[in-house]
């Protein structure tokens, strides 16, 4: 991890454990209903930045079809990624690769598939009697 602040770096001053004990507390995403509104308002971001041409650097999931969430610029003329400068585009999908686990993906195909988790997926077929 680092972090930069108003472009300088800050990683050393910052103590990550700290930071990544939070993300099991009052980091944690929240669900249901306010969690519909936040992705409902992280939505709206993205689109003001597009249609009013704001240039905003924000945070979106799959943008040009990336698995996972990166940081973007977003302006009329779409989204663009924009990573930290030690940090290439092949490493930032490795990340999110790597965590779709956690959301209960197996891996995402080419073509765009998305295989869940023989756990997952097993939980989905005894309840509901779905088989994909």
Do not use: W
């Not at 300088?8 to 990544?20: C, G, H, L, N, P």
């Amino acid at each position: 991890m680092s972090i930069s602040i108003n472009g300088i770096d800050k990683t050393s001053t910052i103590d990550q454990s700290a930071v990544f004990q939070q993300f099991r507390s009052t980091l944690r995403r929240t669900g249901g209903g306010i969690g519909n509104i936040m992705t409902a308002a992280e939505a709206a971001v993205v689109f003001d930045g597009i249609v009013n041409d704001t240039g905003i650097i924000t945070h979106a999931p799959a943008p040009n079809g990336l698995p996972g969430g990166y940081p973007v610029c977003v302006d009329e003329c779409g989204v663009k990624v924009v990573l930290p400068e030690k940090m290439t585009l092949q490493d930032a999908i490795d990340i999110n690769e790597a965590g779709l686990v956690l959301d209960g993906i197996g891996h995402i195909d080419e073509d765009g598939t998305v295989v869940f988790a023989e756990r997952e997926m097993s939980i989905v077929s005894e309840i509901l009697g779905y088989d994909c």
